[in-house]
């Protein structure tokens, strides 16, 4: 039962991405008896999907979990919906800046994450890290890839698909980054967890039931 996990590049003049930073980290000190496989995705509309998809086919994995970098927060954050618009505030690393467009052509208007959602959250509290269930992915690159992963993953049971966006790299002794950060440590627990939260629910050791209350919702 192999593990795929992705990060992206850096983007937007940045020299470092917390989302691969995390990945990586991640692979390295992985210990599970599951294959754990990591892909570094580039950060743009045209190539991360391609290179998501040809880990996927080359690896088949049965837990996908992307990551992407969410500046301005300082929680872990379970998305919950990828919805299929394109609106980039900003090029992406080949220069294109769609706006108002679908992730696919007459595509549903959006896909749910597979990845047990309210025990993720639940299991990712009790390990100490400060994390939130997300309903909005934004209209960038992220929202895009994980669209594409939501759709590929749509219908096949035996598959646990969807997306984490992880705050900033805070550095032991320097400056936090504007907006709020974690340091790498917690990163690499939360995405741990949420690994083997859907590990366990392939595997019908997940009581969902348990979390089936828990509130995670927002007025706005």
């Not at 210990?31 to 496989?37: K, Q, Y």
């Not at 800046?97 to 595509?107: K, L, S």
Request: net charge negative.
């Amino acid at each position: 039962m192999t593990v795929l996990l992705s990060g992206f590049e850096p983007f937007d003049g940045a020299a470092t991405n917390a989302s691969w930073q995390a990945v990586s980290a991640l692979r390295d000190a992985w210990d599970g008896a599951e294959p754990l496989v990591a892909v570094e995705l580039p950060c743009t509309f045209a190539g991360a999907w391609p290179a998501l998809e040809t880990a996927i086919e080359e690896h088949r994995p049965r837990v996908v979990v992307a990551v992407g970098l969410a500046g301005g927060t300082s929680a872990v954050r379970l998305e919950r919906v990828a919805i299929n618009v394109v609106d980039a505030r900003i090029p992406d690393n080949a220069g294109s800046a769609p706006v108002d467009v679908p992730v696919v052509e007459g595509g549903p208007a959006a896909y749910f994450t597979t990845l047990p959602l309210k025990p993720s959250l639940v299991a990712v509290r009790e390990a100490g890290v400060p994390v939130a269930v997300s309903s909005t992915a934004g209209t960038y690159v992220c929202n895009a890839t994980f669209y594409d992963l939501a759709r590929w993953a749509d219908g096949r049971d035996d598959v646990r698909a969807g997306f984490v966006h992880v705050p900033a790299v805070s550095s032991p002794g320097g400056p936090s980054p504007d907006g709020g950060s974690l340091p790498l440590a917690a990163h690499v627990r939360a995405l741990r967890v949420v690994v083997e939260t859907a590990l366990a629910d392939l595997d019908r050791r997940l009581d969902r039931d348990a979390a089936s209350a828990v509130s995670a919702g927002a007025e706005h």
